[in-house]
């Protein structure tokens, strides 16, 4: 797409598009907090052999997640080939119909597949809206979407867990499904208020090693795999360290967490603000540095209120690094490729955090849980300290910094 079709639809073209554009966030937090609460129940219901239950109703947390690492790529190229519009609005109707599935279906295979296909269309929501915001906005202005779309991200997965847990205990495990009913009205409004674009997007040869390209995204890549591996440490291993430390209410966990999500959404919100005034190598170091700091408290923590401060400072520092990694990509993705590039962002993104409690396993197993944690949270400090001493490239005012060690070639 030329820069003179970008021009064209000016930012209060969008101004009604804005709820569509910040919606992907929170919709794929909604893919874990409105089930989470009612997972026992749902497993009750399914009823056999409780072990066999417990596993299915685990499974209806994790198998969204290889919906949206398959769904990625796979979004990606549709969305550079059909356009952002017409897979928003494909995918916001697909995302309501597999999404409210648990409100009448009763085999649990047939959840599992409904829940797989959700996670394909989150994943298409998420290549959508990114695609429109870097196509139709500037990088300062972008910044500021892409933390504020990741602010409501972490915000909505902290209400819907209460709201989900209230209606669960209320109403049974199939009322939290409805949450997902979100997508029509998401549809409606990309209906309405998403502008039709110029023509079709052209096919595009992938293999070529241009600026911008997907080959030449892949270190890049391979670096957001064990940094969001590390961001969603809290998430996955609070619970455990506090059950270690002799916490196991689970109210207090809920205020534990409660505090990460919250930092999350605080750092999420002035991310753009921090980017503009700081810069782009500036910014990610103050991100990791947070992130690496609040997993050495959480590291030794030994009591609700340093775990607490632990998940505020991991939270906060997610909330940085989450729309860095995203703009990192709308900065460097060419134009004719961006669809792809986000696609397989979400693929690297959310497979790091698949392999978070794969990891941590064997090393709680190894040194004992609250080691392990502050054995990352020492590495990560490592890593932020090498970033900041690292000599600042010339072309590093005008474009995205290569901040991964891995990306630096």
Same mark, same amino acid.
């Given at each position: ?21 910040? /919606?992907?966030?929170? /919709? ?5 907090? /409105? ?105 300062? @202005? ?8 990741? @602010? ?30 979100? =997508? ?83 750092? @999420? ?42 998940? @505020? ?63 990352? =949270? ?32």
């Amino acid at each position: 797409m030329s820069s003179a079709t970008i021009q064209s639809h000016p930012a209060g073209h969008l101004r009604w598009a804005m709820p569509v554009l910040l /919606a992907s966030s929170p /919709a794929m937090a909604l893919l874990y907090t /409105a089930v989470s609460p009612v997972l026992p129940e749902l497993a009750d219901y399914l009823g056999g052999d409780p072990g066999q239950a417990a596993l299915m109703a685990q499974l209806v947390m994790m198998v969204p997640s290889i919906g949206l690492m398959v769904g990625g790529p796979l979004t990606g190229w549709l969305v550079d080939r059909l356009g952002a519009r017409f897979l928003l609005i494909a995918c916001a109707g697909i995302y309501a119909l597999t999404g409210s599935a648990g409100l009448y279906i009763d085999s649990a295979w047939s959840l599992l597949l409904t829940r797989f296909f959700l996670g394909m269309a989150a994943a298409g929501l998420g290549t959508s809206t990114l695609v429109l915001i870097g196509e139709s906005f500037d990088a300062q @202005a972008r910044n500021r979407i892409v933390g504020y779309q990741s @602010a409501c991200g972490a915000l909505m997965g902290l209400l819907s867990m209460l709201l989900a847990g209230y209606l669960g205990q209320l109403a049974g495990w199939r009322l939290p499904f409805s949450f997902y009913l979100l =997508g029509v009205p998401l549809l409606v409004l990309s209906v309405l208020a998403i502008p039709k674009r110029g023509p079709a997007p052209v096919a595009v040869d992938y293999k070529v090693r241009e600026k911008g390209s997907i080959r030449s995204l892949i270190p890049l890549y391979l670096g957001f795999i064990p940094l969001f591996a590390a961001v969603f440490t809290s998430s996955t291993q609070t619970s455990f360290l506090l059950a270690d430390s002799g916490v196991s209410k689970p109210t207090i966990l809920a205020l534990v967490l409660a505090m990460s999500a919250l930092a999350n959404t605080l750092g @999420a919100t002035v991310y753009g603000s921090l980017r503009s005034r700081l810069g782009s190598r500036r910014v990610f170091f103050l991100g990791l540095i947070a992130l690496s700091i609040g997993h050495v408290v959480l590291g030794l923590s030994s009591g609700a209120w340093v775990a607490g401060l632990g998940c @505020a400072l991991t939270g906060l520092g997610a909330g940085i690094l989450t729309p860095h990694l995203v703009n990192l990509v709308l900065d460097r993705a060419s134009e004719s490729q961006r669809g792809r590039a986000v696609g397989v962002m979400y693929s690297a993104l959310f497979f790091g955090s698949f392999l978070n409690p794969l990891l941590m396993a064997p090393l709680a197993a190894l040194f004992g849980r609250h080691t392990a944690v502050l054995g990352i =949270g020492i590495l990560l400090t490592i890593v932020a300290l090498l970033i900041l001493l690292r000599r600042e490239r010339p072309d590093q005012s005008s474009t995205a910094a290569a901040e991964l060690p891995s990306s630096s070639g």
